[in-house]
């Protein structure tokens, strides 16, 4: 099998990164919506901007806000036209109310750290700390509405400052039924011509350390409408235990400025343009590089609806590729649309689709490919006595469709490479403490093929701990 893997390894290794991507990608997929969907009752506990979106009938607000004037201290009352305003997005309707409350019981901690949720969600970071420093002197608050201000408050107090640095890292370990993606048969085809490989020594098994950093820091551009300049960093790291020569390192890079469009008219609708660039090495070597040029955007056309269009193209380098190799250096074009909708306080839909065009030099090097993503993200009580977060369960499917232009003629003059590949798992997200929480995702993937040195099935499983900031 050594000579499957000098022939393709260009290919196995595209997928390796592929499916080691997707579980990165679905790990943050899982963090951003759990962070999104806290469970919350109509008490003054209950974080506001994380509840389901209640009915935005303008009549029936216009009813609670005339009894929230004749009964100014009922906080349920209040809390009730609140939530109806948060689902019309008229956050400045349920600052008032709140505010009403707050005048008649001005030692109400809950209500202050409800205040500073909400004008971080106007984006006005300095009157949210100023609630959150007036909620944070005193005892009381329920743990749900603790965790929540414990995620806002720093960005509101870096925000202030004009500066935010925040991410992630994670290490464990990874097990995979075909670390090698070597084909499921023994069948190798070279020239139009079937090969059986009767010792192949490379097949099977294998585990590796992994290391996923990150970190994402934002500068306040200064105006009125609240731009930022942002710049995000990825690291990805593999130390295998058996194929050492398929231990992988990545970096990638993003900057550039975020502008929202309209805070008052269109709160959170924004806009970024952005530079990329990045490096994959293989075994210690660098194998490809990149850079470009995109822009997406932030739409959330209703409180449980968010849409982010993007595109992004990029030159892409890859070092020392062989003639049999399906890749090679050229551009890469790439459109997507991502959406995030939130069924109920614990469960949101999160999908994407993806159209990318690669063209390099050759017709069996160049190709269209579509993907078509979907995870179900479900919070469910945590049964840890010490850790007051819900559990997050996240299924999902992910589905890939490869044409390429032409036959390769060192592989098969005759066909044109097809593959179809779907992915299938769960990411489960188990949270120790505020920052600290255990990430396990298990995959199963399989790869269909016109061509038989592609078909392949694998099975992973991944695991290990991760530390917010």
């Known amino acids: 099998m050594a000579l499957h893997r000098n022939v393709d390894l260009l290919t196995m290794l595209r997928r390796g990164l592929r499916l080691s991507a997707i579980a990165a990608a679905a790990l943050a997929a899982t963090c951003s919506a759990a962070a999104a969907a806290a469970a919350a009752a109509v008490t003054a506990d209950a974080p506001l901007v994380t509840a389901a979106p209640a009915s935005s009938d303008l009549a029936a607000r216009d009813a609670l806000f005339r009894r929230s004037l004749k009964h100014p201290t009922d906080v349920p009352l209040a809390l009730a036209y609140a939530r109806a305003c948060v689902a019309a997005r008229d956050y400045e309707g349920a600052i008032g109310a709140l505010e009403r409350v707050l005048y008649y019981m001005p030692d109400d901690k809950a209500i202050e750290a409800q205040l500073g949720l909400l004008y971080a969600q106007l984006s006005s970071q300095q009157m949210a700390k ?6 944070s002197i005193g005892e009381g608050l329920d743990p749900a509405l603790r965790a929540k201000v414990a995620e806002v408050a720093p960005a509101a107090n870096e925000a202030v400052a004009g500066r935010r640095l925040f991410g992630t890292l994670q290490a464990g370990l990874r097990a995979q039924s075909n670390a090698a993606f070597n084909p499921d048969s023994n069948i190798l085809r070279l020239s139009s011509q079937d090969y059986v490989l009767t010792h192949p020594h490379d097949r099977g098994a294998d585990g590796n350390g992994f290391e996923l950093a990150q970190i994402g820091y934002d ?36 900057v550039g400025p975020r502008f929202f469009l309209s805070p008052g ?75 995030t909708a939130t069924l109920k306080p614990w469960l949101s839909l999160v999908g994407r689709v993806c159209y990318t065009r690669e063209t390099a030099a050759f017709d069996y090097q160049s190709f269209n490919s579509t993907a078509e993503e979907l995870a179900v993200v479900a919070q469910v009580p945590g049964p840890l006595p010490f850790a007051a977060q819900p559990w997050t369960v996240s299924p999902y499917l992910k589905l890939l469709q490869t044409q390429f232009d032409g036959p390769n003629p060192y592989i098969d003059a005759a066909t044109t490479r097809r593959d179809g590949e779907v992915q299938v798992g769960f990411v489960l997200d188990t949270p120790l403490n505020g920052r600290f929480d255990l990430v396990t995702n298990v995959q199963y993937a399989a790869v269909s093929s016109s061509i038989p040195n592609d078909r392949l099935h694998n099975f992973s499983f991944l695991s290990g701990p991760r530390i917010r900031f």
């Open 219 to 254: 500068y306040d551009l200064g105006n009125q409408r609240g731009d930022v300049l942002e710049a995000r960093i990825a690291g990805y790291a593999t130390e295998q235990f058996r194929f050492t020569d398929l231990d992988v390192g990545l970096y990638d890079v993003t």
């Open 130 to 135: 100023q609630y959150f420093d007036a909620a």
């Open 265 to 339: 008219g269109l709160p959170g609708w924004s806009v970024k343009p952005y530079a990329a660039g990045g490096q994959v090495f293989l075994a210690g070597q660098r194998y490809l590089g990149s850079g470009g040029a995109g822009v997406i955007a932030d739409m959330p056309v209703t409180p449980a609806l968010l849409l982010q269009p993007g595109a992004e193209v990029r030159g892409v380098s890859f070092s020392n590729v062989s003639v049999f190799s399906s890749l090679n250096s050229g551009a890469t074009a790439t459109v997507s649309l991502a959406g």
